[in-house]
């Protein structure tokens, strides 16, 4: 008899703030894995806009938004090493998204260091929708910082806390 062991991933990041080239990497991750983590890293080098609370909230929001069908989907915080957070979880492979090739060369290292330190969690590369490979947090945030509308790139939650965090920041 051949038991189907569960496969646990975590997609590890900073989310801030979580956009939806992000949740379309984690649906796309839900439908091959049985359980999905999705990590919010708290990353000492990193000054974010949302407090740790406030980007895990806007990040199961987002979720209950986008994707409220999938209940293999969980989030958590973490922070230290990726691979010993995800060697507790009991994951089988870490997942990363890839937007262009200027990310490929990064996220190939950090999947090389990884597999050094832990050889049973392997590294998953998946690619956005086309629609979404030109987006990334930082360049949200500063399109909100100026007034402009992201609620494009953002699930609604999103866009919403942008807008009130600019409007409180800088008015």
């Known amino acids: 008899m051949n038991e189907h062991k569960k496969t646990v991933v975590i997609y590890p990041g900073t989310f801030d703030p979580i956009t939806n080239g992000h949740l379309d990497i984690i649906e796309r991750a839900s439908e091959l894995f049985d359980e999905v983590i999705v990590a919010l890293a708290r990353n000492s080098q990193k000054s974010p806009l949302f407090s ?17 069908h999938r209940t293999n989907i969980r989030t958590d915080a973490f922070q230290g090493l990726l691979v010993e957070y995800a060697t507790a979880r009991n994951a089988t492979a ?78």
């Open 52 to 68: 740790e609370q406030e980007r895990l909230k806007l990040v199961e929001r987002s979720l209950m938004e986008c994707c409220p």
């Open 94 to 171: 870490v997942v990363r998204g890839l937007r262009a090739m200027s990310d490929f060369e990064y996220e190939f290292q950090m999947a090389l260091m990884n597999r050094k330190l832990a050889p049973t969690i392997s590294t998953v590369f998946l690619m956005p929708h086309e629609e979404y490979t030109y987006l990334n947090s930082t360049i949200i945030r500063e399109l909100a910082r100026y007034g402009k509308d992201v609620s494009d790139f953002v699930p609604n939650v999103v866009a919403a806390a942008l807008k009130e965090k600019f409007e409180i920041k800088y008015h």
